[in-house]
């Protein structure tokens, strides 16, 4: 059994900062790829950033420049550093990860979700 517990979230101001992150916990052998998700109200859920369990990143047009994934092998967690952030980065955040167990091989996990506003 695996969880993924998300925190970091809360109200910034327009060009504030937060930092997001994701613990993995549970009987975890290796973790490959995990990543980033965001849902609007009214929009559908796109990919954020993604980082592969040797670094490698990928980012969302919207986001690049402005966001930083990074993980912690030794932590089984991920993060997301978000600046200057946008009242259009407030979204629902879920964080991702494609986790290896003895019982299922690799599966994908999520989050619960934590709320990110971004408002004067």
């Known amino acids: 059994q695996v969880q993924l517990v998300e925190s970091g979230g809360g109200l910034v101001q327009p060009g504030g900062s937060l930092r997001l992150s994701c613990a993995a916990s549970?009987?975890?052998?290796?973790?490959?790829?995990m990543g980033w998700y965001r849902q609007a109200p009214g929009k559908e859920r796109e990919l954020v950033a993604s980082?592969?369990?040797?670094?490698?990143?990928n980012y969302a047009d919207s986001v690049k420049g402005r966001f930083t994934i990074s993980r912690d092998n030794a932590k089984n967690t991920v993060y997301l550093q978000m600046n200057s952030l946008k009242p259009e980065d407030t979204a629902v955040y879920y964080c991702?990860?494609?986790?290896?167990?003895?019982?299922?091989?690799?599966?994908?996990?999520w989050g619960q979700g934590t709320q990110v506003t971004v408002s004067s």
């Open positions: 980082i592969t369990s040797g670094g490698s990143t």
């Open positions: 549970g009987s975890i052998i290796s973790i490959n790829a």
């Open positions: 991702n990860a494609d986790v290896y167990t003895t019982r299922l091989g690799f599966y994908l996990y």
